[in-house]
Structures are given as structure tokens and as C-alpha cells.
């Protein structure tokens, strides 16, 4: 599967931005698609993830209620609502896929492919 994501840029705290990532294909009814993260000098965070077998979502605790993970799946298109952004949140954005149910991984963050990712700067 390939996965393009965009729609980062510079925005200021307490702001809104949605990310979006074209897949090649939706036709992987059992994974996950979803989005995670990596600012300069941290590790990689997992930031949301949705089924496309039931559509459930989970999200970060970091994230929680001010992100919204959504899909087209006429574009095979994923969104990420971005509310009431935080300095924090400044952090290159991939759009990423998991192969298996969630109990394969050992964190919140893993997967087994990605895209290239998008910039997201959250300042003043």
C-alpha cells in the first residue's frame, strides 16, 4: 500500500489544520490506518488509529478530544482533524497502516508501513 499524506503547515496555537492521506488502496478490510508522529530529538507517538473493518477509532491520550481520525473511503482518503493545536504537537505527521489487530503491536506507535510524512508546527 502506498500512503501520501499533506496538508501540514505553519498554524498558531488554539488553531485548527486537517491532514490527509491518499492510500493506493482500501483493500485491506482487517488493518488499521491511522497517523503517528515524531517531533526533533523525541521518539515516534502514536497519535490515532482506525479500523477499516468496523471503523472504530483510539486516539492518544495527548490527543484526546481535540483530534479527530476520520474516512472517505470513495477517495481512499484518511483525515486528521487537528482542534485547539498545542505548541506540542509541532511534529513531522505519517500517515501509517497496521498489518494486524492491535494485540500484535507492543505500543501505540508501532506499524508496519508509512508514508512520507508531513510537517506540522504549531507557534506564534
Known amino acids: 500500500v502506498q500512503l501520501q499524506a499533506s496538508g501540514g503547515g505553519l498554524v498558531q496555537p488554539g488553531g485548527s489544520l486537517r491532514l490527509s492521506c491518499a492510500a493506493s488502496?482500501?483493500?485491506?478490510?482487517?488493518?488499521?490506518i491511522g497517523w503517528v508522529r515524531q517531533a526533533p530529538g523525541l521518539e515516534r507517538e502514536g497519535v490515532s488509529w482506525?479500523?477499516?473493518?468496523?471503523?472504530?477509532?483510539t486516539y492518544a491520550d495527548s490527543v484526546k478530544g481535540r483530534f479527530t481520525i476520520s474516512r472517505d473511503n470513495a477517495k481512499n482518503t484518511v483525515y486528521l482533524q487537528m482542534n485547539n493545536v498545542k505548541p506540542e504537537d509541532t511534529a513531522v505527521y505519517y500517515c501509517?497502516?497496521?498489518?494486524?489487530?492491535?494485540?500484535?503491536?507492543?505500543?501505540?506507535?508501532?506499524?508496519?508501513?508509512r508514508g512520507q510524512g508531513t510537517q506540522v508546527t504549531v507557534s506564534s
Open positions: 501509517a497502516v497496521r498489518a494486524g489487530p492491535n494485540h500484535y503491536y507492543n505500543n501505540f506507535s508501532e506499524h508496519d508501513y
Open positions: 482506525l479500523s477499516l473493518s468496523d471503523g472504530s477509532t
Open positions: 488502496t482500501f483493500a485491506f478490510a482487517h488493518y488499521y
